[in-house]
């Protein structure tokens, strides 16, 4: 089974920036989407970003022009670009992917945005 592993979080203030990693225990990257989701204190669960197997991104709109997905295969890594931060990003995020029909999730990386 494959297992993730996301690094990077911390405290920022609004404005600011942070690059999130996702560590793969094997090369998965490149066969398989790979996802960002964050979990806000008293929501659900969202996705905000998508990295395909061929390295096409999408976002959700909260995010859009301000995260930019990436990945290094070669390192079995999928990246997170979090750039103009604002409060409302405050959450857990969570690298994710689909192994074997089985979901697969990291522990997660907290990130805190104060204004």
């Known amino acids: 089974q494959v297992q993730l592993v996301e690094s990077g979080g911390g405290v920022v203030q609004a404005g600011g920036s942070l690059r999130l990693s996702c560590v793969a225990s094997?090369?998965?990257?490149?066969?398989?989407?790979m996802y960002w989701y964050r979990q806000a204190p008293g929501q659900r669960r969202e996705l905000v970003a998508t990295?395909?197997?061929?390295?096409?991104?999408s976002y959700s709109d909260s995010v859009k022009g301000r995260f930019t997905g990436s990945k290094d295969n070669a390192k079995y890594t999928a990246y997170l670009q979090m750039n103009d931060l604002k409060p409302e990003d405050t959450g857990v995020y969570y690298c994710?992917?689909?192994?074997?029909?089985?979901?697969?999730w990291g522990q997660g990386t907290q990130v805190t945005v104060s204004s």
């Open positions: 994710n992917c689909c192994v074997g029909g089985s979901q697969v």
């Open positions: 094997r090369n998965i990257t490149s066969t398989r989407n």
């Open positions: 990295i395909t197997a061929t390295g096409r991104t």
